[in-house]
Structure formats: structure tokens, C-alpha cells
């Protein structure tokens, strides 16, 4: 009895599309949706702005402090700016999810976790250019900062790590809520209340002491620390948190620790994504 083999052809394999090119393409993409909507561009730039070129000036008027607190305000509204566009960029996310291409997106030869990182990556690049003219506006003030190549350099890792971990929790809210008034609702306790206790208008230590102690534990609080050893040449924040004497390991675990908020909260954004996918 003779036997019939058959072949049965392996079906086609699709074309995988290489990381660089799908993360700059994904890039493109979100800014471009980005560039269309001022509203994410220039909206969380009032507030800042307002606390650096009024606000600050006005409070050193009236607390008849010296210029150095005015230059301690407006390295404080950093720590406002920087949450607040990252929540706003989360507002992108939950709009192409509910009515975007996100489905096409999802069925694309691609990993899943460079659309999270594309968005995160066109979000800094926004917040980036909203620094400088933050910094600018600031300076046509007469706001002074006392910097070097060094401080640049604390204050630039400590701005992007902070960034990175702050887009972390706008991506994971934008995968878990259904709706954008909810996201919206949530906004100010995730971005506003913070920026209060960490530091950002007067030190630490001028809270009662259980909040001094939750203080420590903000990422936002290490972050303006390192900005201001950065950009004014001033430690004291570091010291309020850390208690030591040497400036560079003060500012090296303050680092540590919002570099390690930004990739928990990288990596939590990510498995949410890729959960929420699949549901």
C-alpha cells in the first residue's frame, strides 16, 4: 500500500519592522497629533510662567526676602511644569485609544511597548522646548541662576528622569481609565498637591514634621532638590533630605531615586499597556 506524503506549506511569515525605525516613524506620529492641538503645547506653560515672571517676584516683594528666594520660586515651578505636561500628554493617549488609530497601531509588526515609549519620548521632547522658554521668561525677569557644566548636567538628569517617571504614571492612568473627566478629575492630586509638599515654594523643613518626613519620600522633592544644587548652586535642599556633608552623594542618591521612580514606573506603564491590549 503506497503512501502519499503531502506538503503542507509554513504560512508566510510577516515582515517585522526594525525598533529604530518603527520608534521614529511611532514618534512622528504622536507629534505630529502633538502639533495640532496647541491646547498640549501651551497650556501647562501659563501656570509656570505665571509663578516665575509674577508670582515669585511678587512673594519676594511681600515677604521682603532677597533675590535669592525669587530664584528659588522660579527653580520650583520646574516641579509644576514638568507633571503637569506629562499628565496633559496623557490626555493624547486615552483620546487615540477611545477614537484614534490605536487599534491599527496594535496589529502593526511591532513591539508593543515602543507606542508607550514613542509617546513618552515626543512628550519630553514638548516639555524640553516649554523648559527653555520657562528659563527664558524667567531671565527676561531678572531672575538669576548660578550654574556650571556640572549642574547642567544634575539638573538635566534629574529633569528627564523625572519626566520619564511622571509620563510613567500619565500612560498608566490613560490605559486604566475609561474616560477623560475622570483622568482630568485625577490631574490635580497627581500633579498639583505634590509640588506643594516637595519643596517648591519654601524648604522641607519648614513643614510639621510628618510632612517633612512624606517630603523625603516624593520623588519630586529629590528632583528640585538636584535642580537647585544645579541651577543656583545650592545644596541646602539636598542637606534638608539627607542630612550629610558630602554635596556629590547627597545629589548621587537623590538621583537614584528618581531614576528609579522613572523606570518602575516605566516598566508598570508598559505591562499596563501591553494588559490592556490584549483585554
Known sequence: ???????????????????????????????????????????PLITPILFAVVIAPALK???????AY????????IGLLIPLNMMFSGIGVLVDRESG????????????SLL??????VALLVTGFQLAALIAAALG?????????????WTGAATVLFGVGMYGIAETLANRIPRQEEYIARLPAVAIVPWFLAGSLFPITALPQVLTDVAKLLPLTHALALMRYGLLDDPSALSNIWGMNNTTAMAALSLGVVALFAVALTMASIRVFRRMAVG
Open 116 to 121: 508607550v515609549l514613542a509617546n513618552l519620548a
Open 61 to 67: 516683594n511681600a515677604l521682603h526676602a532677597g533675590d
Open 101 to 112: 488609530a490605536r487599534r491599527e497601531l496594535l496589529a502593526a509588526p511591532i513591539s508593543r
Open 1 to 43: 500500500m503506497a503512501t502519499i506524503a503531502t506538503h503542507i506549506p509554513a504560512p508566510p511569515t510577516r515582515r517585522v519592522i526594525s525598533t529604530p525605525a518603527a520608534l521614529t516613524t511611532l514618534a512622528r506620529r504622536r507629534f505630529a497629533l502633538t502639533a495640532r492641538t496647541p491646547r498640549e503645547i501651551f497650556v
Open 70 to 77: 525669587q530664584s528659588y520660586v522660579a527653580v520650583g515651578t
Open 141 to 153: 525677569r531678572g531672575i538669576a541662576f548660578h550654574t556650571s557644566a556640572t549642574g547642567v548636567a
